[in-house]
């Protein structure tokens, strides 16, 4: 069935509504980055560039880097921006513009999609400067109330273990995410749990001028255990998108991982000094693992 105007929308140009991009100028293995100053940062490690394009805070790059096609995107900050750019990526190469149509499952085509952003440690054991590859993500955010994920026993346990810890009104969701992906571009990186917060200050415990509803929140994410035949589970890091990206991958059938660059501290009240040289080696490291 053809899928209507109004959900599968098109600019002028045949390109998708928000990142204005056509399915020819997409590579297999995209690289993401939060911030769109981050894109040249990536690209000009490229050997060409072939095609820039931007809408929004969606600015994208494709090349070329040692021969292989890759192309780089910025997201802006949020899984509500995470939602528009997984569906509309997976439209580029699953769907057939012509016919609107989405391809049968025998023609799927998975992306490799490769999160580079950076976020905060909540434990004293992760240092500023260092770099983490997410193996679980737990998403605090309102996004999987729309979506029917589904999760593995330990993924509900853990998620419910967190709702209650925090006495949380929802549960969150708990996605882990593509072992393969991980153990090849993290290899080294310190393998974390990631917490995906809907906000950067209240929903990560920061005070300026407003007080929070939970004051010891940083407490509650730190102290977080969780026992099962895997051993213990603890949260080691947040950002904001990660828990998106897990779960619609998941979800649409692509490969994700999230890799994050370790900037401050929040057992330690640290912020790192070189973040800018923290995120340009975590940026060679996956160029050369992509
Ligand atoms: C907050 O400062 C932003 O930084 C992190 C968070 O997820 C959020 O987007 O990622 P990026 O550096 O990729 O933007
Ligand atoms: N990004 C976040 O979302 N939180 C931090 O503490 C650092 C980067």
């Given at each position: 069935?053809?899928?209507?105007?109004?959900?599968?929308?098109?600019?002028?140009?045949?390109?998708?509504?928000?990142?204005?991009?056509?399915?020819?100028?997409?590579?297999?293995?995209?690289?993401?980055?939060?911030?769109?100053?981050?894109v040249p940062l990536v690209s000009q490690h490229f050997?060409?560039?072939?095609?820039?394009?931007?809408?929004?805070?969606?600015?994208?790059?494709?090349?070329?880097?040692?021969?292989?096609?890759?192309?780089?995107?910025?997201?802006?900050?949020?899984?509500?921006?995470?939602?528009?750019?997984?569906?509309?990526?997976?439209?580029?190469?699953?769907?057939?513009?012509?016919?609107?149509?989405?391809?049968?499952?025998?023609?799927?085509?998975?992306?490799?999609?490769?999160?580079?952003?950076?976020?905060?440690?909540?434990?004293?054991?992760?240092?500023?400067?260092?770099?983490?590859?997410?193996?679980?993500?737990?998403?605090?955010?309102?996004?999987?109330?729309?979506?029917?994920?589904?999760?593995?026993?330990?993924?509900?346990?853990?998620?419910?273990?967190?709702?209650?810890?925090?006495?949380?009104?929802?549960?969150?969701?708990?996605?882990?995410?593509?072992?393969?992906?991980?153990?090849?571009?993290?290899?080294?990186?310190?393998?974390?749990?990631?917490?995906?917060?809907?906000?950067?200050?209240?929903?990560?415990?920061?005070?300026?001028?407003?007080?929070?509803?939970?004051?010891?929140?940083?407490?509650?994410?730190?102290?977080?255990?969780?026992?099962?035949?895997?051993?213990?589970?603890?949260?080691?890091?947040?950002?904001?998108?990660?828990?998106?990206?897990?779960?619609?991958?998941?979800?649409?059938?692509?490969?994700?991982?999230?890799?994050?660059?370790?900037?401050?501290?929040?057992?330690?009240?640290?912020?790192?000094?070189?973040?800018?040289?923290?995120?340009?080696d975590l940026i060679a490291k996956t160029l050369d693992?992509?």
């Open positions: 069935m053809a899928i209507p105007d109004s959900e599968l929308i098109f600019n002028k140009d045949g390109s998708i509504y928000h990142l204005n991009l056509q399915p020819d100028h997409i590579s297999d293995t995209i690289i993401t980055v939060g911030d769109p100053e981050r050997d060409s560039i072939e095609t820039r394009i931007h809408k929004r805070e969606f600015v994208t790059h494709v090349g070329y880097y040692k021969g292989k096609r890759l192309t780089v995107i910025s997201t802006g900050m949020g899984t509500d921006n995470i939602d528009i750019l997984l569906n509309e990526l997976d439209a580029l190469v699953n769907i057939d513009f012509v016919t609107r149509e989405a391809r049968p499952q025998e023609e799927h085509i998975a992306l490799r999609i490769v999160r580079v952003g950076t976020s905060g440690a909540l434990q004293a054991d992760i240092p500023v400067g260092s770099h983490l590859v997410t193996e679980h993500a737990v998403g605090l955010d309102s996004l999987m109330q729309f979506y029917p994920l589904v999760e593995t026993g330990l993924e509900i346990e853990v998620a419910t273990g967190v709702q209650q810890a925090l006495a949380l009104d929802y549960r969150p969701y708990c996605v882990r995410g593509t072992d393969l992906l991980r153990e090849q571009l993290g290899a080294g990186m310190v393998v974390g749990n990631t917490l995906t917060c809907p906000g950067f200050y209240g929903p990560q415990g920061r005070v300026l001028r407003l007080d929070l509803r939970r004051p010891d929140l940083i407490e509650q994410f730190q102290n977080f255990r969780h026992e099962s035949a895997e051993g213990e589970f603890r949260l080691t890091n947040f950002e904001m998108e990660t828990a998106g990206y897990y779960a619609l991958g998941r979800m649409l059938g692509h490969e994700v991982v999230s890799l994050n660059a370790i900037v401050a501290n929040r057992a330690t009240g640290e912020f790192a000094t070189n973040s800018d040289a923290v995120m340009h693992r992509v």
